[in-house]
């Protein structure tokens, strides 16, 4: 496992990937759309939400251990879906997947991904994988995507349903982003991700969805999207069952997670699990599967860390107590 006393949080592994990229990779990593205020919100509305703690506790026996849909995982953190990993690092996506397998993480394969969907698959191992896909025009071509996952053994799909059109994004455009000819590449491909209203999350039950990602691609489509944090809320309570928190699909979120007290929050708040993006980018820019495989985790340790100081033992534990997590207007009416 890498160490380096100087790479202690993701924060860290962004100065490290900043000093590996050129100027136009960065920015179009770290970029968002228009002014950037969802990509802002994305990090900040965390700090909207207060962690109750509690004492008293029996933590001595800690698990992360849950599951998503069949997949049973040692932890709820997996790799959302980011593309063209070749920029980052020459072995692109497959050092990606070979840290996230070493991270026992569930990682979502990019459609515009620049290696094949095939060779990801066959390099994560037993190690699960979801492929994603935008909303194809071409039917044949979407369905050749579908038979080539199923194939290749992906265990779901991922629809990306907040891409109508690409988002506006001003870094991309100020440095002339340009892709280089050698990765163009189009190994493309029903979980839906993208989801940001109660509506929009019932209609996609109805369509027969088994899982929703609550999400606002990172803050690089719609801006003033509101934080997918705040989002996750309306978007749990739409499709919860009963009072006993059942609910007809699970609901994971992304977009903002850079450390282990936000994905407690996004736990406490009705997320099966989360996803991250950038962080795993900036792993791999600055030190390939090892930094991929390192950053997670360091959000893994950062998770147990908040869990044992919170009282909660298990990801059970959290998502049971309804006060654990409060908005800090809380302490405002007190
Ligand atoms: C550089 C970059 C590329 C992305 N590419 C894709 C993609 O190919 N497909 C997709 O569904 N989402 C894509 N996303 C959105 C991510 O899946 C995810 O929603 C977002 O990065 C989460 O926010 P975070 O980066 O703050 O963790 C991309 C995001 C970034 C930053
Ligand atoms: C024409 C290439 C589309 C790649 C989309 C990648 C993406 O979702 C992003 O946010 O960037």
Sequence with gaps: MYRDRELLTVTD?????????????????SGG???EVTLGENTRAFNDYMIRSHCLRDVASLSTSTSFLTHSLSHP??????????????????????????????????????TSLEDMKKE??????????????????????????????????VLTVDYPARGNRLADKRNGFELPEHLKSTTL?????????????LEALRCGVKGIIVSNHGGRQLDSAPASIHALREVVEAVHEGKHRLFRVPVWMDGGIRNGRDIFKALAMGATGVFVGRP??????AHGECGVAHVLNILKEELEQTMKLAGCPTIESIRA??????????????
Aim: proline fraction near 2%; glycine fraction near 8%; charged fraction near 20%.
């Design 13 to 29: 592994y962004e100065c490290a990937a900043i000093q590996a990229l050129s100027d136009a990779d960065y920015g179009h990593y």
């Design 33 to 35: 759309a228009d002014d």
């Design 77 to 114: 953190i997996g790799v959302a879906p980011t593309a063209f990993h070749g920029l980052a690092h020459e072995q692109g996506e497959l050092a990606t997947v070979r840290g996230a397998r070493a991270a026992s993480s569930l990682m979502i394969s990019s459609s515009w991904a620049t």
């Design 124 to 157: 994560a191992g037993e190690n699960p994988m979801w492929m994603q896909l935008f909303v194809y025009t071409d039917r044949e071509l979407t369905q050749s995507i579908v038979r080539r996952a199923e194939a290749a053994g992906y265990s779901a799909l």
């Design 189 to 201: 491909p029903v979980i839906v991700k993208g989801v940001l209203r109660a509506d929009d999350a």
């Design 280 to 285: 795993v980018i900036w792993g791999l820019a």
């Design 321 to 334: 107590a309804n006060d654990i997590v409060v908005h800090k207007t809380f302490y405002e009416r007190r």
